[in-house]
């Protein structure tokens, strides 16, 4: 069976910095793009970032460019999203999606796997 697992949200001020990581059990990400969605209060759940295994290519929101950073561990199947000057809109449950395509759907449903979501919060 397939587990997808996020970790490293939390609560950071103004300016700082988390680390989020996307394990997989029973799946290798070789195949797949891999990424990160995320869902503010009160608003849809919208697309952060991805990477597609196969290729290293990158994607990411323009709310988050330049501020985040999408990488991979291949030995250890994982996938990491390094969020720097946060900001308190950046405050979401995020969420690892996995898709057998080249992009990564805004709506889970439509992906192939993921994982429960990871609050971050960021205070002002």
């Known amino acids: 069976q397939v587990q997808v697992v996020e970790s490293g949200g939390g609560l950071v001020q103004a300016g700082g910095s988390l680390r989020l990581s996307c394990a997989a059990s029973?799946?290798?990400?070789?195949?797949?793009?891999v990424g990160w969605l995320r869902q503010a209060p009160g608003k849809e759940r919208e697309f952060v970032s991805s990477?597609?295994?196969?290729?290293?290519?990158?994607y990411y929101s323009d709310s988050v460019k330049g501020r985040f950073t999408i990488s991979r561990d291949n030995a250890k199947n994982t996938v990491y999203l390094q969020m720097n000057s946060l900001k308190p809109e950046d405050t979401a449950v995020y969420y690892c999606?996995?898709?057998?395509?080249?992009?990564?759907?805004?709506?889970?449903?439509?992906?192939?796997?993921w994982g429960q979501g990871t609050q971050v919060t960021v205070s002002s």
């Open positions: 029973g799946l290798t990400f070789s195949t797949y793009t």
């Open positions: 990477i597609n295994w196969r290729s290293g290519r990158t």
């Open positions: 999606a996995v898709n057998n395509g080249v992009v990564l759907r805004s709506r889970l449903n439509d992906n192939d796997y």
